[in-house]
């Protein structure tokens, strides 16, 4: 192909991209069809995800263990649909398809440093590590990517309502995954010093004279309830913004919670180990909705939403095992949610921009 051909063939190319942001190139139908299987590969892929978390509580580091293979399923279907994307230019929004692009790049690079890293290094115990985080924020643009596209193509609606909550509750997942490190490891702890243990022993030899320090991953105590109640409301809190629902984060909540209890039973049907479910995200997702239909200042969701959390996990750690929960790190928390909060006000105020969904009652 000489290089006036290249630039024909590129210059359709782009034709086809400018296309897939109007009505599509394709049918609803196709449009409907084509996000379903991206909310396909991203279950696949979470759920080969959460396995491998239990699956490294249990048994020692290989590289194509079930829970690896079942990953790479739903990596695999992630790539075709890129793939498809880029090759057709069906149902593409331009910049959408750089995000999911510069996402899956991103995630490729990733995997080759995650291999580098336990070949050079061997067992990588914790998942924060930065070539797990790495594969982790990888993913979250990917779907970013994914959720933009979708709300560009597909009109307003159930399918759009319905597949943007399950997206979001799995950008939920990826926002949190990383405290499965503290949520199993608690219990873990908990279960070796009782001597009730379902790590094998080949995973025990390998934590040598401190299975303790080994469950933990070395992550300070304090890092918890920062991560979790940051991050969490950094996710709920534009649900009902974006997705047009005044009751958007309480399902997000919901599905992830539901996601979770569905992958504990299963798990534990086949004696892997448990972890702890922070259950107390529904709460604060409860008020995150109101605040957002009654327009709560700064201040006000700041505080009921650091309330909330303090006293949910007082009150569950008399029931269960948990992650630490310091009330130190609270006046932190308080000050970063207003501080988020009053920025995001802000923005809003300075903002043209309408909402990208009317609040519907």
Not at 16 to 21: E, I, M, R
Not at 157 to 174: E, N, S, T
Not at 228 to 246: D, E, H, Y
């Given at each position: 192909m000489d290089l006036r051909n290249a630039g024909m063939a590129l210059h359709d190319w782009r034709d086809?991209?400018?296309?897939?942001?109007e009505s599509g190139p394709g049918s609803q139908r196709l449009i409907r069809s084509v996000f379903v299987l991206w909310a396909i590969a991203f279950v696949i892929k979470h759920t080969g995800s959460s396995w491998d978390i239990a699956w490294h509580f249990r048994y020692p580091f290989g590289a194509f263990?079930?829970?690896?293979?079942?990953?790479?399923?739903?990596?695999?279907?992630?790539?075709?649909?890129?793939?498809?994307?880029?090759?057709?230019?069906?149902?593409?929004?331009?910049?959408?398809?750089?995000?999911?692009?510069?996402?899956?790049?991103?995630?490729?690079?990733?995997?080759?440093?995650?291999v580098l890293n336990h070949l050079m290094f061997g067992l990588d115990v914790t998942v924060w590590s930065p070539t797990h985080l790495l594969t982790f924020a990888a993913t979250t643009v990917v779907m970013l990517g994914v959720v933009y596209t979708m709300l560009?193509?597909?009109?307003?609606?159930?399918?759009?309502?319905?597949?943007?909550?399950?997206?979001?509750?799995?950008?939920?997942?990826?926002?949190?995954?990383?405290?499965?490190?503290?949520?199993?490891?608690?219990?873990?702890?908990?279960?070796?010093?009782?001597?009730?243990?379902?790590?094998?022993?080949?995973?025990?030899?390998?934590?040598?004279?401190n299975p303790v320090?080994?469950?933990?991953?070395g992550i300070p105590h304090w890092i918890y309830p920062i991560w979790?109640?940051?991050?969490?409301?950094?996710?709920?809190?534009?649900?009902?913004?974006?997705?047009?629902?005044?009751w958007s984060a309480c399902a997000v909540a919901l599905l992830y919670l539901g996601f979770r209890v569905l992958g504990w039973l299963v798990l534990d049907a086949f004696a892997f180990p448990n972890s702890f479910i922070p259950v107390m995200l529904l709460g604060a997702a409860f008020l995150i909705d109101v605040a957002g239909q009654r327009r709560w200042p700064p201040l006000a969701i700041s505080l009921a939403l650091t309330v909330c959390y303090y006293a949910s996990a007082l009150l569950i750690d008399q029931y269960t095992l948990m992650p630490r929960f310091a009330l130190g790190t609270a006046p932190v928390v308080f000050v970063l949610l207003w501080g988020g909060y009053a920025l995001a006000r802000w923005w809003a105020q300075r903002s043209t921009d309408r909402p990208l969904a009317p609040v519907t009652r």
């Open positions: 086809q991209l400018a296309g897939g942001a263990e079930p829970p690896h293979i079942v990953n790479i399923f739903g990596s695999a279907i992630a790539a075709a649909l890129v793939v498809f994307h880029t090759m057709t230019g069906k149902v593409t929004e331009r910049f959408g398809l750089y995000i999911i692009q510069g996402g899956f790049a991103l995630f490729l690079v990733s995997v080759l440093l995650d560009k193509l597909l009109p307003p609606g159930r399918w759009r309502l319905g597949l943007g909550l399950l997206f979001w509750a799995l950008l939920l997942d990826d926002a949190l995954f990383q405290l499965c490190q503290q949520e199993y490891g608690v219990i873990a702890i908990d279960a070796y010093t009782r001597g009730q243990t379902r790590a094998s022993s080949a995973l025990l030899a390998l934590a040598g004279r320090a080994f469950a933990e991953g979790l109640i940051t991050t969490s409301t950094l996710v709920l809190a534009p649900a009902q913004r974006v997705w047009g629902w005044r």
